[in-house]
């Protein structure tokens, strides 16, 4: 995209200096019709779709797990709790845009995207920020509840502004799904699990709540969209760059009290590492399940955080495991297959933004382009 010079090409380039021949070439063989029904259920990438949503539920039960012993050894400091992992993208995968780009082509692109990223970035910190705030005002039962605007406002915006269009099983298959979660969520009010006593400022950290989903929302279309026209590296580095700067005055404005009062010992140093890893793991992987599948799906894997938190509360909390949570954990796993029935084989990584033939988009890992063997062998 911005090579410092030729020995460093990036993919956008490269497809910009591709022949007139090959590019109508493309064209033709870049869209392979539906072989059925149920095609993309049959075909290995769906499983594969379905295993790496559920990698990243267990990333976003790990950090929640995190996020409680931290607080069960008096260390709550939500926004500078991020702070290493936007370092720690930074680091990685900034360095790895240089080494691609070179020093010139790096400044070029940052020139030309800062704004797009930084909103990105933006909204990434901000709905981890009022999600985690939510979390002192209100139940999680109604937190949880109001986390399923996040799915609505996934909807929404790809609808109106990607063009995306929603077949009726992929509707069914997220009512499904959030039918699942319904279901966990009531056996936990009733057996009192969860609700706890009536907070005064319940209201409040509803709204903290309904803020953050909505920044999830915007976040995840945004960087579906991103992922989908640049390499990955680029955009996880700039996440993590932006992200940085951004969490990081956060935290130095809001936190400064939490973090003298914090308690800090090996504990907490284990926990702030796991906690880091994880979120480094969940950052890393998010791009290449937006690129096979969609921001909906991604959103509507998660909802089976519930579910393996419960067991891994079993081990580390004491929780137990209610006769409706292996009921609601198959219904959203249903939802999910319900969800991709009427799909072709390459499933939702056919981006209808990127032109009928995928034309305007990057041949990265998980694109169409890729799985059709379009890409170049360098593109990420």
Request: aromatic content about 16%.
């Amino acid at each position: 995209m911005y090579p410092e010079d030729d020995s460093k090409i990036s993919p956008h380039a490269a497809e910009l200096s591709a022949s007139p021949v090959e590019s109508s070439s493309a064209e033709n063989d870049i869209r392979t019709p539906p072989k059925g029904r149920f095609a993309y259920i049959k075909s290995p990438r769906f499983w594969l779709v379905l295993l790496i949503g559920q990698i990243l539920s267990l990333c976003i039960t790990s950090t929640n797990t995190f996020s409680g012993l931290l607080g069960m050894e008096g260390t709550s400091i939500p926004a500078f709790q991020s702070f290493f992992n936007y370092v720690l993208l930074n680091l990685v995968y900034t360095s790895y845009t240089l080494y691609k780009y070179g020093f010139k082509g790096w400044c070029k692109m940052v020139s030309k995207e800062w704004w797009r990223y930084i909103i990105m970035a933006f909204l990434d910190v901000e709905g981890n920020y009022f999600v985690v705030l939510a979390y002192r005002y209100t139940t999680i039962l109604s937190a949880q509840l109001i986390n399923f605007w996040a799915i609505v406002v996934v909807v929404i915006i790809s609808f109106f502004f990607l063009h995306v269009r929603y077949k009726w099983t992929q509707v069914l298959g997220i009512l499904i799904c959030c039918g699942g979660l319904g279901l966990l969520l009531a056996n936990d009010a009733k057996n009192g699990s969860v609700v706890g006593g009536v907070l005064p400022t319940e209201v409040k950290g509803d709204l903290f709540m309904l803020l953050g989903a909505t920044f999830y929302g915007f976040s995840n279309v945004f960087e579906e969209f991103l992922v989908s026209k640049k390499p990955m590296y680029e955009v996880i580095g700039q996440i993590g760059f932006w992200g940085m700067l951004i969490n990081g005055a956060q935290a130095g404005i809001f936190d400064r009290s939490s973090f003298r009062t914090a308690n800090w010992n090996s504990k907490v140093g284990g926990y702030m590492t796991g906690f880091t890893l994880t979120m480094f793991i969940f950052y890393t992987v998010v791009p290449i399940l937006l690129r096979m599948a969609s921001a909906a799906f991604f959103n509507i894997s998660l909802l089976t955080a519930n579910f393996w938190g419960v067991c891994i509360g079993v081990q580390v909390f004491g929780y137990t495991i209610g006769k409706w949570y292996p009921i609601a954990f198959v219904m959203i796993i249903l939802g999910l297959v319900i969800y991709f029935v009427m799909n072709g084989t390459l499933g939702e990584s056919e981006k209808p933004w990127l032109g009928e033939n995928q034309e305007e988009g990057v041949a990265g890992v998980g694109t169409a382009k890729r799985a059709l063997g379009k890409g170049r062998g360098d593109e990420a």
